[in-house]
């Protein structure tokens, strides 16, 4: 498969398949060009109906699917139409912010509202779709993680939520691959990088059009034997 995006590829009926969360904007909307430009076919989650039209704009073989991944009843939903669908790639990318900055602001409504995007949401999302990444044939995911969510590396000034929400994704992401090495699976945690979108903010030295192409190159260079991995863009590693 080749990672350059330039040259838009044709979707065969033998194309691999992908599916991308939180494809309205920022690090998702990039994913799901470059793997549309790339000739797999991708499925791309959003919550609103309204973002439907524009993800299928992303590329020739996008198509979108609406789901709030905060809601139980809706990653069920979404697994139940996918049924029977093989799936080679599951990014679990979409992701939110937290505000409690320091010891004085943690709220339990804060670290609920944190966890469910960032860690339940992409645990039961895999779970619900392990059947159809058994179909598929390259049975990888990949964990939009933070190199935040380090404990090795924790410093201050940033949310406790949703530090903490990355490194429990860290640890599902562990726990996911020793589970599923047995079947082929590769099960990553890679962190973007400082990336210009809303949730980064302007002052971040990425641009995501760019630096997913990256995150994208080495999803597709590594496999099994690397299989629980907490990585970099380029797949140097982060210390858990
Ligand atoms: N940007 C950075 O510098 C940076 C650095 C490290 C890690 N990351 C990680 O990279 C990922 C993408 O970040 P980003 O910068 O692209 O963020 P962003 O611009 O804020 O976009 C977040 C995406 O997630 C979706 N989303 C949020 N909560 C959701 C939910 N409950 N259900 C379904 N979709 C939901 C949003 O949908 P709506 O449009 O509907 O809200 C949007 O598509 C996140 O996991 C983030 O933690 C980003």
Not at 1 to 6: N, Y
Not at 120 to 128: E, K, R, T, V, W
Not at 141 to 170: Q, R
């Amino acid at each position: 498969m080749s990672t350059a995006s330039a040259s838009p590829t044709s979707p065969t009926s033998s194309s691999p398949v992908a599916l991308v969360t939180g494809a309205s904007r920022g690090i998702g909307l990039w994913l799901v060009t470059h793997l549309a430009a790339q000739g797999y076919k991708v499925f791309a989650t959003v919550r609103k109906q309204a973002d439907v039209a524009a993800a299928e704009k992303l590329g020739q073989n996008v198509t979108a699917l609406v789901v709030e991944l905060a809601d139980a009843a809706s990653v069920e939903t979404l697994a139940s139409k996918l049924k029977g669908q093989p799936i080679d790639l599951l990014i679990n990318n979409a992701g939110v912010n937290g505000n409690d900055r320091s010891a004085g602001n943690l709220s339990w409504g804060e670290f609920q509202r944190v966890f469910t995007t960032n860690t339940f949401a992409p645990a039961m999302l895999a779970q619900a779709l392990l059947p159809n990444l058994r179909l598929g044939k390259a049975r990888k995911i990949v964990n939009v993680t933070s190199e935040l969510g380090s404990i090795t590396n924790a410093t201050t000034g940033f949310s406790y939520a949703y530090n903490s929400s990355k490194s429990a994704l860290n640890m599902i992401t562990a726990r996911l691959a020793k589970d599923l090495a047995s079947e082929g699976f590769t099960v990553l945690s890679i962190c973007p990088g400082w990336n210009k979108t809303d949730m980064g903010g302007d002052q971040a030295p990425l641009d995501p059009k760019e630096s997913t192409k990256t995150l994208l190159a080495t999803t597709h260079r590594l496999g099994p034997a690397d299989s629980g991995k907490y990585i970099r863009i380029d797949g140097t590693p982060i210390p858990y």
